[in-house]
């Protein structure tokens, strides 16, 4: 089996790394899908440029926007499956195949990339990635070393049985929460781990707020269901 895919990069200021992603992208034999979140450089030229297909929003809506935009152009557009990754370089695309190659040998509706969390990625990051993984993996019951990695493929039955709002970083999760509640199996890959000194766009307390909010409202919506039956 061969899946169909597209790679999906959703972007907001990164021109300096922009256009050597897509064009690794595109030497793989690969679409690349660039949502350009209302940047206020030049994103969009730069991956034009590259040989993106850019999908651009007025103003700045936030990660979760922009992957739901790619998502529903991805669907329309017939691919089988979706790769998404990060803009800023923490992505190496030469592990692309290796995803792909899980996604279609083993029964698993997502795969996702699983960083080492010790060494070069920040002490506050590894800490607050281990306890979200671990929560993540309790409410999936399912074993998910690294819920916040955004390198993953996802196939096309997920993304058209599961129903996505959130706008932000929390989308991660909320995939994972959608996927498994839907009766998916998602597995983990090793990746590469990569930080640049990069700045994260991640809002320590709103963003931590967002994610929490998500928690409770997947406890409760479980909860109602099972008062409901």
Request: glycine letters at 6%.
């Amino acid at each position: 089996m061969s899946l169909r895919s597209c790679v999906v990069i959703p972007g907001y200021n990164a021109a300096a790394t922009i256009g050597p992603l897509v064009q690794q992208i595109k030497r793989l034999g690969l679409d690349a899908v660039v949502v350009n979140d209302g940047s206020t450089d030049q994103t969009a030229r730069v991956a034009t440029d590259a040989g993106a297909l850019v999908i651009s929003h007025v103003s700045n809506q936030g990660k979760g926007s922009a992957l739901r935009t790619a998502f529903a152009y991805a669907l329309q557009a017939g691919y089988d499956a979706v790769v998404t990754m990060d803009s800023d370089g923490q992505h190496d695309p030469a592990e692309i195949p290796q995803l792909l190659h899980n996604a279609e040998r083993q029964p698993s509706a997502v795969v996702v990339g699983e960083r080492r969390m010790s060494g070069v990625m920040p002490p506050v990051r590894r800490w607050t990635n281990r306890f979200l993984s671990w929560l993540t993996s309790r409410l999936t019951r399912q074993r998910i070393p690294d819920s916040q990695c955004g390198f993953r493929v996802i196939h096309r039955r997920v993304l058209e049985t599961v129903t996505l709002s959130t706008s932000h970083f929390e989308i991660e999760t909320e995939l994972l929460l959608a996927a498994a509640r839907s009766g998916w199996v998602i597995t983990s890959v090793p990746i590469k781990t990569i930080y640049n000194n990069h700045t994260s766009h991640i809002h320590p307390i709103w963003d931590t707020l967002r994610l929490s909010g998500l928690v409770v409202r997947y406890l409760f919506g479980m909860r109602a269901g099972r008062l409901r039956r």
